[in-house]
């Protein structure tokens, strides 16, 4: 499975593939959705980086009253907030509009860097700096600067990079009631994110991301996607054509440090709410031989994975069955959203 997809990966980079994908259109959904932009200047670590520095973000909630609970979510690199509110199928894809009709609410941000939010010097936009801003978001989103709302119960929730910086800042801080990590283990596959990133990554100034920074930030090659973050055999290739539409970039220092003290270094053990990891079964970053990690099954996975928390985490572990990297734009995502929801109805009362 790595091999094939490895290959692909090469073919698909040499063959040079080209130009921007026009991007679906959103259906109407029910959920109620509004985008807020908040000031992160009070970090003396953002502070250095844009004056006034901002992060953007959409919430969504649910028809009627909104609930006291809300959940914090933040992309992976090379993503933005539309990882999380694909603009195809929402019905289907969408994780804030599916979480909004199961009367969930959900705050999605572009983490500093990507979509809306401030877009800094790349050089100084460490996982440190990316968790102190979200650590502000969370004090926003307590004392109703969202929304109007001042939510009681705050989870954090992350994908890939963005699940390194949620372990950061959920162990830095202590802010938050629960964490959920996606597409991530402790113990990454080192050749296939090597050859990856060597053949799959371009300068974001030379694509077709909109807004790109400094040369330090990266985005991947058109055609790159499909076998980084998917496996096909459980993926629409309309929902691959609008996650290359909407890709973002990411920060060569910030994904540096994001994989060695976000992930690699057990943060996690600082981290003392429950926690849910969740993974899918055929990620060929994170999972498999060449990861050290054995994502076959939940059980097995979270017995290599239990060192790495402490007891007050209560660790969770949830597999996606034949889904790649990106779990939440799978076919059968609707099964890792359920699964989501039970957890937290289980472990945090929510």
Same mark, same amino acid.
């Given at each position: 499975?790595?091999?094939?997809?490895?290959?692909?990966?090469?073919?698909?980079?040499v063959?040079?593939?080209?130009?921007?994908?026009?991007?679906p259109?959103?259906? &109407?959904?029910?959920a109620?959705?509004?985008v807020?932009?908040?000031?992160?200047n009070?970090?003396?670590?953002?502070?250095?980086?844009?004056?006034?520095?901002?992060?953007?973000?959409?919430?969504?909630?649910p *028809?009627g009253?909104?609930?006291? &609970?809300?959940?914090?979510?933040?992309?992976?690199?090379?993503?933005?907030?539309?990882?999380?509110?694909?603009?195809?199928?929402?019905?289907?894809?969408?994780?804030?509009? *599916?979480m909004?009709?199961?009367?969930y +609410?959900?705050?999605a941000?572009?983490v500093?860097g990507?979509?809306?939010? =401030?877009?800094?010097?790349?050089?100084?936009?460490?996982?440190w700096a990316? &968790?102190?801003?979200?650590h502000? /978001?969370?004090?926003?989103?307590?004392?109703?600067?969202?929304?109007?709302?001042?939510?009681?119960?705050v989870?954090?929730?992350?994908?890939?990079?963005?699940?390194?910086?949620?372990?950061?800042e #959920?162990?830095t801080?202590?802010?938050v *009631?629960?964490?959920?990590?996606?597409? /991530?283990?402790?113990?990454?596959?080192?050749?296939?994110?090597?050859?990856?990133?060597?053949?799959?990554?371009v300068?974001?100034?030379?694509?077709?991301?909109?807004?790109?920074g400094?040369?330090?930030?990266f985005?991947?090659?058109?055609? +790159?996607?499909?076998?980084?973050?998917?496996?096909?055999?459980?993926a629409?290739?309309?929902?691959?054509?609008?996650?290359?539409?909407?890709?973002?970039?990411?920060?060569?220092?910030?994904?540096?440090?994001v #994989?060695?003290?976000?992930? /690699?270094?057990? /943060?996690?053990?600082?981290?003392?709410?429950?926690?849910?990891? +969740?993974?899918?079964?055929d990620?060929?970053?994170?999972?498999?031989?060449?990861?050290?990690?054995?994502?076959?099954?939940? =059980?097995a996975?979270?017995?290599?994975?239990?060192?790495?928390?402490s007891?007050?985490?209560?660790?969770?572990?949830?597999?996606?069955? *034949?889904?790649?990297?990106?779990?939440?734009?799978?076919?059968?995502?609707?099964?890792?959203?359920?699964a989501?929801? #039970?957890?937290?109805? =289980?472990?945090?009362?929510?």
């Open positions: 499975m790595l091999v094939r997809k490895l290959a692909v990966l090469m073919l698909a980079c063959a040079g593939l080209t130009g921007a994908v026009a991007p259109t959103a259906s &109407a959904s029910s109620n959705c509004s807020t932009t908040l000031p992160v009070s970090s003396s670590v953002v502070r250095l980086l844009t004056t006034p520095a901002v992060i953007s973000g959409q919430l969504c909630v *028809d009253a909104v609930p006291s &609970a809300v959940q914090l979510l933040v992309h992976g690199g090379t993503y933005n907030r539309t990882y999380w509110d694909l603009p195809y199928q929402p019905d289907q894809y969408s994780y804030q509009r *599916d909004a009709e199961h009367g +609410a959900t705050f941000v572009d500093l990507a979509g809306q939010s =401030s877009h800094p010097l790349s050089l100084p936009l460490t996982v990316e &968790a102190e801003a979200l502000e /978001v969370i004090g926003q989103l307590r004392a109703g600067a969202v929304g109007g709302t001042r939510f009681g119960k989870v954090i929730v992350g994908h890939s990079v963005g699940s390194g910086i949620v372990a950061s #959920a162990s801080y202590k802010d *009631d629960g964490v959920i990590l996606t597409g /991530v283990t402790h113990i990454p596959s080192l050749p296939a994110l090597g050859l990856g990133a060597a053949l799959g990554l300068p974001a100034f030379l694509s077709s991301v909109q807004n790109p400094d040369p330090l930030y985005t991947t090659k058109p055609g +790159a996607r499909g076998p980084l973050f998917y496996n096909t055999a459980d629409d290739p309309d929902v691959i054509a609008a996650d290359e539409a909407t890709k973002d970039q990411v920060s060569v220092p910030g994904m540096g440090t #994989a060695v003290f976000g992930i /690699v270094v057990p /943060v996690t053990l600082g981290i003392d709410v429950p926690v849910l990891q +969740a993974v899918g079964q990620d060929v970053l994170f999972c498999g031989l060449l990861a050290l990690r054995d994502c076959s099954s939940a =059980s996975l979270r017995a290599q994975e239990a060192p790495f928390y007891a007050a985490a209560k660790l969770s572990v949830y597999v996606l069955p *034949d889904a790649g990297h990106s779990i939440a734009l799978h076919r059968n995502a609707g099964d890792y959203r359920d989501t929801r #039970a957890w937290l109805v =289980s472990q945090l009362g929510i």
